[in-house]
């Protein structure tokens, strides 16, 4: 209107857009997962409204759900969390667009169970060769997770690849007569979850000795009566056990009934002067208990004592 009588004119109009009022969305509340492993992913299970679409979102995670952190890079209405070791809290905030405000979430919880712990396997053993072995078993039981476990018993020949053994699920194992060193383990499962970590117990060694073996000793020998044969020995000596041995050593006059000659524990044995023909062995005994073996016996053949004859 003009102050001086001029008229009234009409500008043209404009329009104030008020957008709906701006409602935040939610996110599903809470998961379960097993210590190390990887979370469902979080989503916007019912999308903001109003305000100015579309909209941005600002996604942060706390430890203690008071001090949260904004993970950066994830613009989306989901998020998947990494590998998680400790319960976490997740929210998003939904922003609005033209300055129509930003509005939070609810909050996620993602409770991370404490780490199953295996717990420890009785207990390494020495056994002589195709012998009965003793039952392993835990001494120390499993716990974490939610407290419920599998079990599996491994065996390995050479500690680094392993395979399960048929029927064997419970926390004792019984090897029976073994001929070879094995070693064992536990491996410990989570029934919680499928993607629960597998955890394995100590690793135990069964060690088998070889079998006891007696040795040879030397060879036959021819002596002249009442002399000194040569001393006893082994040419290939005892093997197996755990290489500690006990000597007895034994004569015969007719390779069949055998007596012990006393305070022979000894590797080399030094007959006396022999007035007629003698055998010998010797007999091995394992000192860890796996046995005793008797070698091949020898022969000392003594010759009739020389007769001068007699002079007409």
């Given at each position: 209107t003009s102050d001086f009588?001029?008229?009234?004119?009409?500008?043209s109009s404009l329009m104030i857009?008020?957008?709906e009022e701006f409602i935040t969305g939610s996110i599903n509340a809470t998961d379960t997962i097993c210590y190390d492993t990887d979370a469902n992913i979080i989503n916007t299970i019912i999308s903001p409204s109003g305000g100015n679409n579309p909209y941005s979102y600002e996604w942060t995670y706390?430890?203690?759900n008071i001090n949260w952190t904004i993970i950066a890079g994830n613009?989306?209405?989901?998020?998947n969390p990494s590998l998680l070791t400790d319960t976490t809290y997740y929210k998003v905030n939904y922003i609005s667009n033209s300055g129509c405000g930003q509005l939070s979430s609810n909050i996620s919880q993602v409770i991370v169970l404490p780490i199953v712990v295996a717990g420890n396997i009785e207990n390494?053993?020495?056994?002589c060769y195709d012998s009965l072995?003793?039952?392993i078993y835990m001494d120390t039981l499993s716990y974490g997770g939610d407290n419920n476990f599998s079990y599996q018993w491994e065996l390995s020949s050479n500690g680094n690849i392993w395979s399960e053994i048929l029927g064997a699920d419970s926390t004792m194992y019984s090897p029976g007569f073994m001929n070879l060193s094995t070693f064992y383990r536990l491996k410990v499962a989570s029934t919680y979850n499928a993607n629960c970590l597998n955890r394995y117990s100590n690793i135990i060694d069964i060690h088998v000795y070889d079998p006891l073996a007696s040795g040879e000793i030397n060879s036959n020998q021819d002596i002249c009566f009442n002399t000194q044969p040569d001393s006893l020995s082994f040419t290939l000596l005892p093997s197996g056990a755990d290489g500690n041995y006990t000597y007895l050593w034994q004569e015969s006059v007719n390779n069949t009934n055998w007596s012990d000659i006393p305070s022979s524990d000894i590797i080399v044995y030094q007959p006396p002067a022999l007035d007629s023909t003698r055998y010998y062995r010797s007999l091995v005994t394992s000192d860890f208990g796996c046995g005793t073996l008797e070698t091949s016996?020898?022969?000392?053949?003594?010759?009739?004592?020389?007769n001068p004859g007699i002079l007409n």
């Open positions: 009588g001029c008229g009234t004119l009409e500008t857009n008020v957008y706390s430890n203690d613009n989306s209405p989901s998020y390494d053993q020495f056994l072995s003793t039952p016996s020898l022969m000392i053949n003594v010759n009739n004592d020389l």
